[in-house]
């Protein structure tokens, strides 16, 4: 069954500062994976989606990179702003069609 | 616009009182799913629905129903509702379970049993 482990948990940088968020993986026969943002309360905003073909995937701010060999994505977000303060998910695409997300990490930027 | 739309946002209610938390997209997808989030837990998936009339279980299925007679709506219902079903629930879709097919999520629904 497919287990998936996000580190940090939890991580507090000022502005401006660069940061990797971490997701891994057990079952490396994944199709894609798929990184999105939540809001406090709020649903799951998609931010990039790697196909299983793909080595990263880049929009805007965001970089996403995915080894599935070694079961690994990262989350890379240049320039951090308050604005991206939020919790962030991590889901690979498992053969059939259960998704199983990893816990997130809570990131809060600070001004 | 295209979107996932959940309803209600916010039910209250009490053990044993039958519910129905409809999900609906207007995108034409054919596959939707139903998650629920609870601290500490994640998300965890509930029901998903291939097709029309196809549905199989998640990881968390028990206490829960669901129905896929159209295309665009795929229902969640709790027939005898107990106070651990107290979560946040999601509806998703997507337009085929590929590669690059990605899910798009509703708002949520804040469901409280007492």
């Known amino acids: 069954k497919q287990e998936v482990t996000q580190i940090p948990a939890a991580l507090s940088v000022p502005e401006g500062e660069n940061l990797v968020l971490n997701c891994s993986f057990t079952d490396s026969a994944i199709y894609n994976l798929q990184w999105f943002r939540q809001d406090p309360g709020k649903g799951l905003t998609s931010l990039l989606l790697?196909?299983?073909?793909?080595r990263e995937q880049t929009s805007g701010r965001l970089n996403a990179s995915l080894d599935k060999s070694s079961g690994r994505s990262t989350l890379y977000i240049a320039a951090s702003q308050p604005g991206d303060s939020a919790t962030y998910l991590c889901a690979p695409g498992t053969g059939g069609f259960k998704t199983i997300f990893g816990a997130g990490t809570r990131l809060f930027v600070k001004a | 616009e295209a979107q996932v739309t959940q309803n209600p946002r916010y039910l209250i209610t009490v053990t044993g009182k039958k519910l129905t938390v409809t999900c609906s997209q207007n995108?034409?997808?054919?596959?939707m799913s139903w998650y629920r989030q609870d601290p500490g837990l994640g998300l965890r998936q509930i029901y998903y629905s291939m097709n029309v009339e196809v549905t199989d279980k998640g990881d968390v299925p028990e206490g829960y129903k669901v129905s896929r007679k159209e295309k665009r709506n795929f229902p969640l219902i709790l027939e005898s509702p107990s106070p651990n079903q107290t979560s946040l629930y999601f509806c998703a879709s997507s337009l085929f379970r590929s590669s690059y097919n990605e899910q798009f999520f509703g708002p949520g629904t804040r469901l409280t049993v007492l």
């Open positions: 790697i196909q299983s073909s793909q």
């Open positions: 995108m034409n997808h054919e596959y």
